[in-house]
Nanobody, 128 residues
């Protein structure tokens, strides 16, 4: 059973940085694509970034390119989302998500329907 747990959310000011973490205790993510989505009040859940653990390929939403970075820590079996230059439009609940990939699959999906496992979410609020 995959159980994703996010952490690192909080209240920050515009221009600040924040790092989110996602882990599943005792599990390696080597056969997964790991992604981050977010949902702002009254809006649909949208793709933010994703990472294919096997192939080290990444995919980003246009709205976060150049500001957000998804990365991994192999030793800690943790995926991070480094968020820089935050603005109020980044305010949302951020969700970690994952789906399994077969060996040799280097693709990364930004489609919500591709992801089978979801965390409970962590709130990020950007406000002056």
């Amino acid at each position: 059973q995959v159980q994703l747990v996010e952490s690192g959310g909080g209240l920050v000011h515009p221009g600040d940085s924040l790092r989110l973490s996602c882990a599943d205790s005792g599990r390696t993510f080597s056969s997964f694509v790991m992604g981050w989505f977010r949902q702002a009040p009254g809006k649909e859940r949208e793709f933010v970034a994703a990472f294919n653990w096997r192939a080290a390929n990444t995919l980003y939403a246009d709205s976060v390119k150049g500001r957000f970075t998804i990365s991994r820590d192999n030793a800690e079996n943790t995926v991070y989302l480094q968020m820089n230059s935050l603005n109020p439009e980044d305010t949302a609940i951020y969700y970690c998500a994952a789906y399994r990939v077969l060996y040799g699959n280097i693709g990364v999906s930004g489609r919500r329907s591709a992801y089978d496992y979801w965390g409970q979410g962590t709130q990020v609020t950007v406000s002056s």
